[in-house]
Nanobody
Framework: QVQLVESGGGLVQAGGSLRLACSASGRTFSMYLMAWFRQAPGKEREFVAGIDRNGSDKIHGDPVKGRFTISRDNSKNTMYLQMNSLKREDTATYYC?????????????????WGQGTQVTVSS
């Protein structure tokens, strides 16, 4: 198993930036394909971005493409989400997820391990 802990959330004005981190412990981090999801109140959990085991392949969801960047540092057992040009509609709880799947999936059910989430609030 792997344990995941998110950090870096907070309150930011529209147009600002935040960097989220997901720290992993337990089994070897590089074994897992990783992803960020987010969930706003009353909405379903939404795929934000995913990254393969060595960081060479990345997918970003359409709502964040060009503004957010996913990355990982396997030597630090950590995944990141750099969020720029934040908008009010980015307000949500952000979750990191890990899976042993062989491709970057955009559905939550494909990921077996989840963090507790970190809140991001964007004010106008």
């Amino acid at each position: 198993q792997v344990q995941l802990v998110e950090s870096g959330g907070g309150l930011v004005q529209a147009g600002g930036s935040l960097r989220l981190a997901c720290s992993a412990s337990g089994r070897t981090f590089s074994m897992y394909l990783m992803a960020w999801f987010r969930q706003a109140p009353g909405k379903e959990r939404e795929f934000v971005a995913g990254i393969d085991r060595n960081g060479s392949d990345k997918i970003h969801g359409d709502p964040v493409k060009g503004r957010f960047t996913i990355s990982r540092d396997n030597s630090k057992n950590t995944m990141y989400l750099q969020m720029n040009s934040l908008k009010r509609e980015d307000t949500a709880t952000y979750y990191c997820a890990a899976g042993t799947i062989h491709y970057i999936a955009i559905t939550p059910n494909d990921y077996a391990y989840w963090g507790q989430g970190t809140q991001v609030t964007v004010s106008s």
